[in-house]
Every structure is written in C-alpha cells, then in structure tokens.
C-alpha cells in the first residue's frame, strides 16, 4: 500500500493546478486502475446446507445454491445473525421471547428483488407479504421461541414475528395473517 500512496501523491500534485472536477475524476480514474487489480469475489456460490432443509427460498433472487432456489439449513440461518424480539403475537396474549434473523438479513443473503414476498406454510397456508415491512419494521424470523428450539409441534421450525408491542400500528389483522408459523417457503416477485 506504501506504493500506492506516493503514487498518489504523484497524481494529486499533476493535478493539483486544475479544477477541482478535473482533479476529482483523475483521482477517480487512478483509484480504479490501481485497484482493478487486486483480488475481488464479485460473487462468492453460497454455500450448500449440511443439515436438514428447514426454508426454502425462490423467485426473483441472485443468490442461489440449488439450482434457482436458495435452500437453508438451521445453521446457515443462525449465521444470519440472531437477534431477540419480546412481543406478543395474535396468537399469544402475553409477551414471548423470540430469536431468530431479521427477515431482512435474509432477503439480503439471498439478493432479493421484488415488491412482495409469497410465504408459504407447511399446510400450504399462502399469504402474500409486501417487501416494504421488512425495511419498515424489524421483523424476525424466529427459530427460537421462550429459549426452546421451534419444531414443527411448536409453530416451526420458522415463524414470522412481527413486532406488535413495538409498533401499536402493527396490531391488524393484516399483519397477524403476515405471521406465517411452520414457515416452508418464501417466492419473491
């Protein structure tokens, strides 16, 4: 890098006596070339499940790793980042604790592009969810719900959780029928 900086030094001083446009492109232009060639995994394959498929992903996406669906394992949804959300749910009149990844977090590993998602339950209950929630409100994709590890018997092994006690403005029916548990697929459109 030491390299790189005289070299720059060089190229401001060339510059320096011309407009600031002029200079700004130059340096622009040097930055690129000098940085075209160093290493770069413009697109790193995402890695393939090891354990049990538990969410399948589909639809408008960049990132894929079976054919054109990206299929994900507990673990590589853990790697997502957990986060906790104590909310009540329609379901559930007291608070509960949660854990899980932001569904955002998702739709960004997968390089989501649409405007709705299609989420699908295991007893192929469809509901569709518009991607604005995501960006408007936190909203979990819980794997972990009191600290138990959700399972089918339990509304798993995902659930949408959206945060009703954060957010007064979330508590319609709109938004409960959004909260798919035994959550199977997503499609994005």
């Keep these: 890098m030491p390299v790189?900086?005289?070299?720059?030094?060089?190229?401001?001083?060339?510059?320096?006596?011309?407009?600031?446009?002029?200079?700004?492109?130059?340096l622009s232009a040097f930055w690129l070339t000098a940085l075209s060639g160093l290493p770069c995994d413009a697109h790193a394959e995402m890695e393939a499940p090891t354990g049990e498929v538990i969410l399948v992903v589909g639809g408008n996406i960049s990132e894929t790793n079976v054919g054109d669906e990206a299929h994900f394992d507990r673990?590589?949804?853990?790697?997502?980042?957990?986060?906790?959300?104590?909310?009540?749910?329609?379901?559930?009149?007291?608070?509960?604790?949660?854990q899980g990844p932001r569904l955002a977090a998702l739709l960004k590993a997968v390089g989501a592009q649409g405007q709705v998602i299609v989420a699908t339950a295991l007893d192929g209950y469809t509901v569709e969810i518009p991607t604005r929630d995501m960006l408007d409100y936190p909203v979990l994709l819980a794997m972990v719900w009191n600290g138990k590890e959700m399972g089918i018997r339990n509304k798993g092994p995902t659930w949408i959780i959206y945060p009703l006690d954060q957010y007064p403005e979330l508590v319609e029916e709109k938004f409960s029928t959004r909260s798919v548990w035994q959550l199977s697929s997503l499609n994005i459109q």
């Design 4 to 26: 790189l900086y005289s070299v720059l030094e060089t190229k401001m001083s060339l510059f320096s006596n011309t407009r600031p446009l002029i200079f700004a492109v130059a």
């Design 75 to 98: 673990q590589m949804l853990t790697a997502l980042g957990m986060e906790t959300l104590t909310t009540t749910t329609p379901f559930e009149e007291t608070p509960q604790d949660f």
